[in-house]
Structure formats: structure tokens, C-alpha cells
């Protein structure tokens, strides 16, 4: 918890430091001047008040969870800068939610189709058993919560400030919610400001909670994006929904589709195949509409097909344009007629709306 207040998120000084003297010692050394630390950490050092840090922990209902905690994600440890501790607030627990996340992000300045799939990625990922995991931005990331709570399902939030602050303010009824019905998670102490590096740490938090990340709507140089680099970087699966080619907005996931960075998924089931098990989770075939000739053999089509919709035609005609002889064609055609597919008059055959 002194380290989180301390220093910066992915501080490599900070990392150096309590890698050769481990916690305790490292703080007591920045605690008595001999630290090799920045002077900035000195400065906080002297405000440093650690039963003031767990009073605001007690104050705004939340936990602290470190490395070897049984609620502590297993997915931080493989980050090359892992958070010191992650401050949780809800009843759910962070290590199940984030066995089963999918993250799933997108620009802030979304779209309404950009809204639209996000909300039915995050109600039909929810609905399957995944977890959402996302940033609870304006835009896609809102969209998404949304779309999990409304399959009244938990999902998680990771902010850039202290769980104690509503951020942005406009959401602090959703991140209630969120609260209520699954967890917010940050590695920033209760009180912390959302700086914009804060924002790029904890984008590697949302990658690393997850099987895989999805990105809905992207510029050129959208902070989802960054979130799709961690996941590469950790060896996750990273999948983009494509948008409309005349759409800024959807201009950096069409380039990660593109360059072969992404994998384009459209919908839930393919969402699962991108990050379920291999050969288990396969996502369906998608097919168009059934029609009733389908069920036809290719000789029945072939006759099927050689009846006019519009004027008469003698069977003879039928069988020379099917390619097949008169008896068989006449056998044919009355077993299309029973099933319906033409009809028969004295004048000849015709083929049924």
C-alpha cells in the first residue's frame, strides 16, 4: 500500500529498488533518505500516513488484494511491472471474474453502431457465463457494462483513480451498479487522481484480467488500442469488430483487421472461439436464410429450374432444358407437385409461388 502511494504505476525504479531489498526493507530505506528512488518519492514519503491509507480503504467499503492473495488474478503476475496491491471494491471475487474476463473496449467518441454492438456483445458474453472487463469510459466501455448488467450478470470495472472517486462523474450511478452487481478495481490508492499515465497503466490491468480483448471501435490513436498492445504482449488473443470504412471512429480496428493484428469477430459466439478453449468452443457456421428448394437433390433442381414462375411450360420442354429424358422428368415433376414446388393445369406445368 506505501508503494502505491509512493510511486507511479510500471515505476522500473521502484520495481529495481524492491527487487534487491524486497518490501520492507526498500520502504524503510526510502522512509529513512537512502533510497536511490526519485526525489518525487521522497517528497510523498514525508506525507506518507499508512493508518490514514487504511482508513480510507475501510471508509469507502473497499479491500486491499496482493500477490499471493487467493483473490489476487493470477494473469498480474505475468505483466512485466505487476501492480504492488489493487485496491477492490464489491462482493464478487477478482481472481473467479478474471478467470472468465473478456476485455472488451472502445473509443470514447463511439457511435451509435459502435454502442449497439457493444451492448449486445457485453448482454450475450454475460449471458454465456464470461465476464466483462472494461474501463467504465464514456462510450463503448459504458456500453458494454450496461449490456453485462443487463443480463444481470457481473462485470469489472478498472479505473485510473482511486475507487473511491466517480470517474467520469456522469457515471457514477453505472459504477454503483457495477459495484453492486460485480467489481471496480484499481491499483491507484483511495483518493488518487486520474492522471492520463494512469490511464495507460491501466490499460495493461484490463488485458491482464482477461483471456483476450476486444476492441469496438478504434482511431488511429485510440487509447483501446494501447489495451490491444498489452494484450499482445502478454501472448492474449486480440479481436476487433470492423466498422464502416467512411468511420474515423473505426479507422485503427478496419487497420488492426487489416494488418493481421486482430482477429475480426462479429458476434458473441466468435468472441467465445477467439478466447475459449481450442477445438471446444467453436463458433457456429453462420448460414443465410433456409429456403425450401434447398432440401431438393440436383436433378430435382434441375427440373425445379426448368419450370417457368411466370408462363406455362410442357414437360417435354422441362426435361430438354433439365437435361434429362421425358419419363424422368414427368416422375419428377409430379413428386415436385406433391410437395408443392409447381403446380399443373391442362395447359401445362408452372411453378408454384
Known sequence: MAFARLTEPCSKQARVEINDFGYVDALARVLAGQSRLSGTVCGRAQQLDLDREVRATTLCQSRVVIPGDPDWPTGFDDLEHPPHCVWVRGGGRLSDLAAVGVAVVGARGSTSYGNHVAAELGYGLTAQGAVVVSGAAFGIDAAVHRGALAADGPTVAALACGVDRAYPAAHADLLDQIVRDGLI??????????????FLARNRLI???????IVIEAGRRSGSLNTAGWAVTLGRP????????????????????????????????EVIELVGEMGADLAEEPRGPRRPEDDLDPTEMAVWEA??????RQAQQVAVDAGVDLAQC?????????????GRDHHGWRRTP
Open 185 to 198: 478495481v484499481s491499483e491507484a490508492p483511495p483518493g488518487a487522481l486520474p492522471l492520463r499515465s494512469r
Open 207 to 213: 488485458a491482464a484480467a482477461s483471456r483476450g480483448t
Open 238 to 269: 486480440v479481436g476487433a469488430v470492423p466498422g464502416p470504412v467512411t468511420s474515423a471512429a473505426s479507422a485503427g480496428t478496419n487497420a488492426w483487421i487489416r494488418e493481421h493484428a486482430a482477429e475480426l469477430v462479429t458476434a458473441t459466439d
Open 307 to 312: 419450370v417457368s414462375p411466370h408462363r406455362v
Open 330 to 342: 414427368q416422375v419428377l415433376l409430379a413428386g415436385l407437385e406433391v410437395r408443392g414446388f409447381v
